[in-house]
Nanobody
Framework: QVQLVESGGGLVQAGGSLRLSCVVS????????MGWFRQAPGKEREFVAAISWTGGSTYYGDSVKGRFTISRDNAKSTVALQMISLKPEDTDVYYC??????????????????WGQGTQVTVSS
């Protein structure tokens, strides 16, 4: 059983920063590619960022490139998403996801087998 628990969401003003964290309860964390997605009510889940098993490769959605940074700590089984220069359009529920099947992480929600419960990020203008 793989469990993912996100934290770090909240309310921030435009231009501010937040750091999301996801703790993964699994014995073989280093065998999972990890991703962050976000979703607004009534919309499809949007790819935000992903990181490979080793952390050596990272990928970003076009709307967050240059503002968000994904990282992982394999010793602590955690993945983080550092967000700066936040905009009101970044307001969403953010989800952490894990993929056991690919060394190179995917950009689609269906590439990931396990999901956290989500954490709300609200950016006020």
């Amino acid at each position: 059983q793989v469990q993912l628990v996100e934290s770090g969401g909240g309310l921030v003003q435009a231009g501010g920063s937040l750091r999301l964290s996801c703790v993964v309860s699994v014995r073989t964390f280093t065998q999972y590619a990890m991703g962050w997605f976000r979703q607004a009510p009534g919309k499809e889940r949007e790819f935000v960022a992903a990181i490979s098993w080793t952390g050596g490769s990272t990928y970003y959605g076009d709307s967050v490139k240059g503002r968000f940074t994904i990282s992982r700590d394999n010793a602590k089984s955690t993945v983080a998403l550092q967000m700066i220069s936040l905009k009101p359009e970044d307001t969403d529920v953010y989800y952490c996801a894990a993929d056991y099947t690919r060394s190179r992480p995917g950009r689609n929600a269906y590439d990931y087998e396990y999901w956290g419960q989500g954490t709300q990020v609200t950016v006020s203008s």
